[in-house]
């Protein structure tokens, strides 16, 4: 059996610690030997046991599933875990996604980003609750629609559709893919009861739906492949007509 | 429940600069086809010329007719351009951000946009001179008299510039059009979308490899011709007359 030499690795990371006066942002190279089947999660911590223990990342599921390690791989927003090295050029530079704040290294705070995004757009099931009646069975959905909103549902707020996104760069009022999303998610739902109008209060302006540029730097770099481009253009469409309807 | 008043002019704004890019968009179309005429023949060109002047249908020319198109392209051109300068990078600190993000990103639709606003900034002057010019002498428009435009007027390097522009402007801004509204998305959108996108370059490539054919024959026209003294083109079958 011919064994293959495995490649070297030389992963470069813009490393920074924002709660260090002493610090400055900077570029730092480790060499890491390639295995198969390597994530750059398994990468960032091979560096981090074998090279510099003081290396700042953020993984939970390891598996694409909660959106915790989320950053810039060679200039485009990714999850770490899911991208594997072999199909990346053996110099890979990571730096953390821009516009959150920055913990240390490669560590960001999107949760606190994300709370403050569902809190404006009140990412919740509106009802008029004096009328709610709890003991009725709830309203049947047809399971296309049912479908449409899982699937919407499945974003797990990694943030990489705004590190993405150039309009929200340049104008960090914006509220971005992932809110747009959620917002025709509950659009779609007809347990939620919020009108047409109301809608249109929260997104029908120019940080809303109006203030995309239709860049599709969502659409291309989200990892949970949710139908962004297609839902943004949903929700345009629903905003225009509120207006041209009223 | 008290009823809210929205404000609408948001929706309004988007939908008209979605709205007058289309319109322009396809008036380029036509625009560029027409004139290519001149590929066919000089008297195809003049036979067009007399069309858009009303000759087919009055029995007699009235530029006139080309002066009010003018005009009236002219302001939907100045209401997309307001409509659009909304958009564009409004200080260093947002050109430096959106320029920094496109090169790290190395993303195409991202470029794409940059290619617009590049465009269409360089229409607001390049397009005014063109509309006031067509607004002003609509007579002068015709196989000699255009040649002449072309080249004894020095208006070739600027048509030059205009065609690159306006054509890339044109069928990226359809492209746009069809993500941001989502029109033919069909079940599949990246197929849509790679449909959409094959047709806008190819669209681009015959438009331009078209309008510089017909840019090269004005030029040719224009350099083998003494046309200094006014001389105009004289049809052998269409007896129009002089304005």
Excluded at chain 1, 9 to 34: A, C, N, Y
Excluded at chain 1, 206 to 235: H, N
Excluded at chain 2, 17 to 44: C, K, N, P, R, Y
Aim: charge should be negative; aromatic fraction near 10%; charged fraction near 25%.
């Amino acid at each position: 059996m011919s064994e293959e030499k495995n490649r070297v690795l030389t992963i470069s990371i813009l490393r920074f610690d924002p709660h260090d006066p002493d610090d400055f942002p900077h570029m730092e190279s480790f060499e890491i030997e390639e295995a198969p089947g390597m994530t750059l999660f398994v990468a960032l911590n091979e560096i981090r046991e074998h090279h510099d223990n003081s290396l700042k990342f953020d993984f939970v599921c390891r598996a694409g599933i909660c959106g915790s390690c989320s950053m810039l791989v060679n200039g485009r927003p990714t999850l770490a875990c899911r991208t594997l090295t072999k199909k990346l050029d053996p110099h890979i530079t990571l730096a953390p996604l821009p516009l959150f704040e920055l913990i240390g290294d490669l560590s960001i705070y999107t949760g606190k980003w994300m709370r403050g995004l569902n809190e404006r757009l009140e990412t919740w099931i509106h009802d008029k609750e004096s009328e709610l009646n709890v003991d009725a069975l709830e309203e049947r959905m047809e399971p296309a629609l049912a479908d449409e909103i899982y699937e919407l549902d499945r974003c797990v707020e990694c943030g990489c559709c705004v590190a993405g996104c150039g309009t929200i760069q340049m104008r960090p009022n914006f509220t971005g893919a992932v809110g747009l999303n959620k917002v025709a998610r509950y659009h779609l739902d007809p347990r939620d009861k919020r009108s047409d109008a109301e809608y249109y209060e929260m997104i029908g302006n120019e940080d809303g739906v109006f203030g995309c540029m239709t860049l599709l730097g969502c659409e291309d770099v989200c990892p949970k492949d949710l139908p962004l481009q297609s839902k943004i253009a949903y929700l345009r469409r629903m905003m225009v007509k509120t207006a041209l309807k009223d | 429940m008290r009823k809210k008043k929205i404000d609408k002019m948001p929706a309004r704004l988007d939908f008209l600069q979605s709205t007058t890019g289309l319109i322009l968009a396809v008036f380029i179309m036509g625009h560029l086809l027409f004139e290519a005429s001149i590929l066919v023949s000089d008297e195809m060109m003049y036979r067009v010329t007399l069309m858009f002047e009303g000759y087919y249908f009055f029995g007699e020319r009235y530029p006139g007719i080309v002066s009010f198109l003018a005009a009236a392209i002219g302001t939907i051109f100045v209401l997309h351009a307001g409509l659009a300068v909304r958009k564009f990078p409004a200080s260093y600190r947002e050109y430096k951000t959106i320029t920094e993000h496109t090169k790290r990103m190395k993303h195409e639709d991202s470029s794409l946009w940059m290619i617009q606003v590049i465009t269409g900034f360089m229409m607001f002057f390049i397009g005014s001179v063109h509309l006031y010019i067509m607004f002003s002498q609509p007579e002068n428009i015709g196989p000699f008299a255009s040649s002449y435009r072309v080249v004894d007027e020095l208006m070739g390097p600027l048509y030059f510039m205009l065609l690159i522009s306006v054509v890339s402007h044109a069928f990226i801004g359809l492209y746009r059009l069809a993500m941001k509204w989502g029109f033919m998305e069909g079940e599949d959108t990246k197929k849509s979308r790679t449909m959409f996108k094959f047709l806008m370059k190819s669209m681009i490539a015959l438009y331009i490899i078209v309008g510089l054919s017909s840019l090269a024959r004005y030029t040719y026209i224009g350099m083998h011709h003494d046309l200094s003294d006014g001389k105009r083109y004289e049809s052998k079958t269409v007896q129009a007359g002089e304005h």
